[in-house]
Every structure is written in structure tokens, then in C-alpha cells.
């Protein structure tokens, strides 16, 4: 199975910690978060990982060559000239991908998520997409129904609000994980240029099944800010859990 891991960010939320080195390149407990991402997928049999740069690509090129010395089958989707962001950058990588579903993970997140459990059920959904979803703080939520499907989204900070279908039913606030899985379907109605997956998202969402997986159990953190590192480092310093998370 394939997957691709965004790792371009800059990270400028954490400041003087990413002058000089790339966010993904943070130490959890002895390894980068690049190489937590890339075998926490191979693990759930992802053995196929592309993997974009942009900043301080040279550092990030190095650590992936480290990691294919290990075995691991990557390659490299390179952004130096340009940040995409995730539609963008997907989109750019679409010629890697066959016509199997494939994982989008963000590198700058530190979980104990069962991907297989998440693959899993966007198979047995048959949807265009399946968003790991997670009941947590914050201002920016998706919003979907009682079924678990999106219908729109929510920034609860500016009032802003994206309904994709009506329904007569209240909608749900839910987080969005920064981890899915993608049917390469998904490409028909994607182009170049800089967006987001989010944006994709909401926009298909009126005509596609974009389903949601919850995992409320474990472990989810970040590493964008100095806080939300040092958070990411204290949750997820104990051993990994299994199971599926339904």
C-alpha cells in the first residue's frame, strides 16, 4: 500500500526552534518526527511512502536517506521552489499512486491512530475519502451528521461557517486529525495550485460520500508550537497502544 507524508512545513510557529531545522525534524524521545510518521506507516503495511520537502529540503532529503539506507521505500516529491500545501502537494505527487487507496499523513503528528482500523473501515464505506476525526479543543471543526459524513465546517474564532448539504438534522463539531484515507478518484476533480485537502474537501463533500473515522482512545498531538512539542512529548512517552478505535 502507498501513502504520502506532507514534511515541507516551516514551522514557523515554533520560532528559534526551526531557524535552523525543519519542524519534522523535532526529537520525540530519541527520533524525529519524520521517522516516527514513516514507520508508524510502515508498520500498518504502507510500504510505499512519498514524501514532500520545501524547507530546509536538504536536511530533510538527508534523514530520508538515512531511512532508505534502513529499507524503507521512499521517494522524494520536491517543493523547494514552491509550498503547495497538502491539495497542492498531493496533487503535484499524483503520479505516484496507482488505483488502490492511499494514506495522506501530516509528519507534524504524533498518534497511536490504528491506520489499519482507519483503512479498514474507508473500505468498508466506499466513500471518496475518510478523514480521521478526534473530539478535542480548538476553534476550526468540521462539521458532519449523525452518520458521520461531512456537511460542512466551522471556525467558532471568526464565525465563519461552510454548510455543503442541508439537512434537517444538527450537525456535529469534530476535529480534523491530519490523517486520511484517499481514493486516487479524488485527482478527476483536483488541479494545480496552492489549497488545501480541507478545501477539497468541503468542496466535493456536496456531491461525495467524505466520511470520518473516530478515534477518541489514545493519543493526539501536534508539534507546531513550543507547547503543543513539549505536549506531543509527554502523551505519546509510553508504549503503543492496538486496537481499533470506532
Known amino acids: 500500500m502507498k501513502a504520502m507524508i506532507f514534511a515541507a512545513g516551516k514551522g514557523t510557529r515554533l520560532g528559534k526552534l526551526t531557524e535552523n531545522l525543519p519542524k519534522v525534524l523535532m526529537d520525540i524521545h530519541g527520533k524525529t518526527a519524520l521517522r516516527i510518521a514513516v514507520e508508524r506507516c510502515h508498520a500498518h503495511g504502507f510500504n510505499e511512502m512519498i514524501i514532500n520537502v520545501h524547507y530546509l529540503a536538504g536536511m530533510v532529503e538527508e534523514e530520508i536517506r538515512n531511512l532508505k539506507s534502513e529499507g ?29 487507496p492511499f494514506l495522506a499523513y501530516n509528519a507534524d503528528i504524533i498518534t497511536d491512530l490504528d491506520l489499519t482500523g482507519l483503512y479498514e473501515y474507508h473500505i468498508e464505506k466506499k466513500g471518496l475519502a475518510t478523514l480521521a476525526v478526534r473530539h478535542r479543543k480548538g476553534n476550526r471543526f468540521l462539521l458532519t451528521d449523525s452518520k458521520g459524513i461531512l456537511r460542512g465546517w466551522r471556525n467558532k474564532a471568526t464565525g465563519e461557517e461552510i454548510i455543503t448539504s442541508h439537512s434537517e438534522e444538527r450537525l456535529s463539531e469534530i476535529a480534523f486529525s491530519g490523517i486520511h484515507i484517499i481514493n486516487p478518484d479524488i485527482f478527476n476533480y483536483m488541479d494545480e495550485g496552492i489549497y488545501s485537502m480541507t478545501k477539497v474537501y468541503l468542496k466535493l463533500a456536496a456531491h461525495h460520500l467524505i466520511h470520518t473515522y473516530i478515534h477518541d482512545r489514545g493519543y493526539w498531538g501536534d508539534i507546531g508550537t513550543p507547547e503543543s512539542l513539549e505536549y506531543a512529548r509527554k502523551i505519546s512517552n509510553f508504549p503503543e497502544r492496538s486496537g481499533k478505535q470506532r
Do not use: C, I, K, Q
Request: glycine content about 18%; hydrophobic content about 35%; proline content about 0%.
Open 72 to 100: 524503507y521505500n521512499l521517494e522524494v516529491s520536491d517543493e523547494r521552489s514552491l509550498l503547495l500545501d497538502t491539495g497542492g502537494g498531493l496533487f503535484r505527487a499524483r503520479e505516484f499512486f496507482g488505483g488502490e
